[in-house]
């Protein structure tokens, strides 16, 4: 059973720095690889990142290269979303998900776990 809970989100100014947290209160997180998408009002949810079970491996989309980073700590059954240098077009609801195998993934249909989202808004 797996049960997420995003939190962290807020209100920040452009080139600020926010760290999204994901829990999950279930009994098996370090068997799943685990992602973050966003959806913006009146937009496709989108892929941000991915990261595998044990952590060794992420994926980002490329517009979040080199200023967000996913991480986890398997012992806290905790992931997270360190965002630097947030731009405007970073403002959206922010979702972390859980897959039932091990291994990153990019399209949110493989993720069979949600959370209920944390609300990010990035103002000029």
């Known amino acids: 059973q797996v049960s997420l809970l995003e939190t962290g989100g807020g209100l920040v100014q452009a080139g600020d720095s926010l760290t999204l947290s994901c829990a999950d209160s279930?009994?098996?997180?370090?068997?799943?690889?685990m992602g973050w998408f966003r959806q913006a009002p009146g937009k496709d949810r989108e892929f941000v990142g991915t990261?595998?079970?044990?952590?060794?491996?992420?994926h980002y989309r490329d517009s979040v290269k080199g200023r967000f980073t996913i991480s986890r700590d398997n012992a806290r059954n905790t992931l997270y979303l360190q965002m630097d240098d947030l731009k405007t077009e970073d403002t959206a609801v922010y979702f972390c998900?859980?897959?039932?195998?091990?291994?990153?993934?990019?399209?949110?249909?493989?993720?069979?776990?949600w959370g209920r989202g944390t609300q990010v808004t990035v103002s000029a």
């Open positions: 279930g009994r098996t997180f370090s068997e799943h690889a």
């Open positions: 990261i595998s079970a044990i952590g060794g491996t992420t």
């Open positions: 998900a859980a897959r039932r195998t091990s291994t990153i993934a990019i399209p949110s249909r493989l993720y069979e776990y």
